[in-house]
């Protein structure tokens, strides 16, 4: 099987003199070499594509592939993630991942919120604000959290997105819409323990890898999954690997991320970020349905390493859950998936 990979590279916009933060969400070098790595062991043929525009130029030169592992993450717009996916569906191509329209739904925060609340799952309450005007007519009692209502990375997310009153609300709303000239999400803070929980597969089919749980150190930002934290994680965060049959919330919080999987109808492999309230409850926060996938440094590979996956077995995973998926007849190449 011939798989084509498309990802946006996080040097090629930085030597743009785009931002370390502008540029957070897109991939290393060693990223792309530690996919390609795993599928060539795998066994498959490899082509680097590139960006949404690189593979609108193979496209057009009459390149074609079995299937593309897509981890390109789009650089322009709220429905940025979808964009390749888009463009491999007009040619019938078949990715790895979640399709447009869930890319697009799991990026904007507040409208995922809305369909997870809508299918019985609990979440923080909140508002979406548009403009400084708007903070006063916010009615949800305080502490609040406020962040950029589609970004990923945590980009936009400081020691400051905790507000207890409403003028630092609104210092910070401003603040953000200025920055990242979107709406600002706010919510509800949860003070409670926080996780990630890693996924395999698609609907019947997905499970639960493993959860993770987040707990910051003495020199990180206090009380939040930061930007500064999250890229730092080595020195500010300890990552536990928590099980089930261990702790009963732990259970709770994997059925709870395992129905928020099925009902955003996300594909193929990625993360849910869950945390407790003060009594202890478990809130779905958001979803991630293009997960990083740094071999060392991302969160999924990071937990598939605590439960004894090795990197190679999780690509493999997602490939063959995407494949079964696309409804193509195997060829003699492609029989194993």
Known sequence: ??????????????????SEEETAEFDRPATIE??????LELGYQTDRIGNARRLVERLAQGDRWDLVFNIAEGFHGVTREAQVPAILDVYDIPYTFS????????LYKNLTKMVVQQGGIRT??????????EVDAVDLPFPLFAKPVAEGTSKGITAASKVLDRPALRQVVTDLLEQFRQPVLVETFLPGREFTVGLTGTGAQAEVVGTMEINLLPDAEAEVYSYANKEQSEELVRY????????PLVQRVDEMALAAWRLLGCR??????????????????EVNPL??????????????????????????????SAWRRSGKRASAQTAGV
């Open 1 to 18: 099987m011939k798989i084509g990979l498309t990802y946006d590279l996080r040097d090629d916009y930085l030597a743009e003199g785009y």
């Open 34 to 39: 530690g996919i390609e790595a795993a599928l």
């Open 99 to 106: 399709d447009p329209l869930v890319l697009s739904l799991a």
């Open 124 to 133: 923080p309450e909140f508002a979406l604000v548009m403009t400084p005007g």
């Open 240 to 247: 536990l690997l928590v099980r089930p049959n261990h702790d």
């Open 268 to 285: 193929d492999g990625g993360r849910v970020d869950i945390r407790c309230d003060a009594q202890g409850q478990p809130h779905f926060l």
């Open 291 to 320: 997960p990083g996938l740094h071999p060392q440094h991302s969160d999924l590979p990071i937990l598939c390493g605590f439960v004894g996956m090795p990197y190679a077995d999780l690509i493999d995973r997602i490939v063959r």
